[in-house]
């Protein structure tokens, strides 16, 4: 009995983990969301979260207009919007975390790039910042981390 209470134990607790959702090899998403390409009639927005960043086991939302995505620790999301305005709300797992604002204007066939920063201060209410980043430093910063890809989210505007 001894025997197999550490086998159970171990598939009961791993079993109530949270997964990721992640983007296969062969799926057509990933190849869309890894050539880091515009669209004719949309908007596209990249948001990463660092792999080196604070609260690196908490699964966050950003909030964009009536919409609540999922951001995962050292994951990306390729983001494709209708053209129109946008407002992003960053959320804090702290109660008393500052969470960042940003008004957005989609335009089509233009590509914009975000970290996504959750930020821990010891004495002080934490924040989480939106920080604008050039596809450059966006797509090394990928790379060098393996970041994970998790599905996109096509938004509408709101307006």
Request: charged fraction near 25%.
């Amino acid at each position: 009995m001894k025997k197999l209470l550490l086998p159970l134990l171990t598939v009961l607790v791993a079993s109530g983990c949270s997964t990721v959702p992640v983007l296969t090899q062969d799926s057509p998403e990933l190849q869309t969301t890894q050539s880091f390409s515009a669209v004719d009639d949309k908007a596209v927005i990249y948001l990463y979260r660092d792999r080196e960043a604070n609260f690196g086991l908490f699964e966050l939302e950003i909030h964009i207009d009536d919409e609540d995505v999922n951001t995962y620790p050292a994951c990306y999301r390729r983001f494709e919007l209708e053209p129109g305005n946008y407002f992003f709300e960053a959320d804090h797992p702290d109660v008393f975390g500052f969470e960042d604002e940003m008004d957005f204007t989609a335009k089509a066939g233009e590509v914009s790039y975000f970290e996504y920063l959750p930020i821990a201060r010891f004495g002080i209410p934490g924040e989480t910042k939106i920080v604008a980043k050039t596809a450059e430093e966006t797509q090394q910063l990928i790379r060098e981390q393996d970041l994970c890809v998790n599905p996109i989210v096509q938004l509408k505007a709101r307006d």
